[in-house]
């Protein structure tokens, strides 16, 4: 296209019935530059906040399997990717100036050209979502480590470091090393290991009689201790990873202790007690669990959330295990399953199995009110399934 003049500019203007005492004195000519071709660039909206991740050097990672839907990570935070078309075209036109910057320099003459590098008719669009962290147990479950003298044959199985992990679980590093600690994950030869459910127990064990015998008080564990008289036992790493799972860790004089977890340790010895049990009578299941646990703990049903449900309604009441990590992931899924179970729910009964799909600020209510209707059944709200279960 030639460069158009003065005087084609004003004839334009008067075709286009526009009075060029309203404009500002400089025009614009744009013109498609040589490789302006469509496609080839993408526009990413970002918030202020990556942005100015961007600026000070930091990366952001698109993560994402063949098979998954493709989301952004910054170093703390997980993003959804979605296209959004533009009516518009949107054109790329590097040292543009806009009419604020025109206002500023008008001495800049009469006609600016301007090439176009590249246009695109839709943008990618970011929004916060939760991180997908259910995959990273599941990797970690293929093989669990069942101890130093386990039969297994170590070469062959499943390794996940750092940086695998990072490759394959859509979240950013922060929420996947938090997730880490979540499930108790340990570090063995540099690989991410979750210890095998039975060996954990036996450690555990191997703990609480200890402390037991010593007469320790819970809320005072010494570690040198521990690793003195049962490192004969089992790893010294793995005594310390225990009772890292299952205790506070503090200092005092120079030395480590832990303050046991009360209710952590609990949670397990039930879960070890109802995992051979399709169902186990409620008031028997009290008394056996009160009695398994160490001296000085109590039990109480709360400990069990997101673990095993009460069902009230049998006689005599009974408690069975189900374990929110075993649920799926994706909302409308998870509620399928949970009425798949059960078909009404009091809103006490099923919070602790869809508070993790939360987003942010988001409150289990709206969460109901989206997944589920709720009617009343003797006095007591209730919820049910929007959709037929099939």
Known sequence: AA???RAEVDATLQTAKLNPAELLPVVQCLSFGPQAGGGECCLLQLEPGLCAELEAGRSLVIRGEKDEHAVLCSKDKTYDMKIADTSNMLLFVPGYKTPEE????LALGNIIYSQIAGFSKNYWELRRCRP???????????????GPDSRKDESTFSKYTTEDLLSLIQASEEEILHQLQVIDACKIEGYWRILDFDYE??????????IDSESWPLSKVPLCACLEELGSLEPREMIEHILLSYGRKFVDDGEVFFEM??????????????????????????????QSVPEGMTTRLDQLQGLALVDKSSRPETIFLL???DLPEDNQERFNSLF???QKWTEVDITPYIQDLCAEKQTVGALLTKYA????????????SRRPIS
Request: glycine residues 2%; aromatic residues 6%; contains cysteine.
């Open 201 to 210: 127990m036996k450690l555990l064990n191997h703990v609480t009689q200890l």
């Open 3 to 5: 460069m158009r003049s």
């Open 323 to 325: 374990k929110v990590e």
């Open 102 to 105: 025109l206002k500023a320099d």
């Open 132 to 146: 997908k962290l259910k995959k990273l147990r599941k990797l970690l479950m293929e093989d669990p480590y069942e």
């Open 261 to 290: 977890r009360e209710d952590k340790i609990c949670r397990a010895i039930a879960q070890m007690l109802l995992q051979n049990a399709v169902k186990f009578n409620l008031s028997e299941f009290e008394e056996v669990w009160q």
């Open 373 to 384: 209707r709720s009617s009343m059944l003797n006095g007591v709200k209730v919820y049910n």
């Open 340 to 342: 798949g179970i059960r």
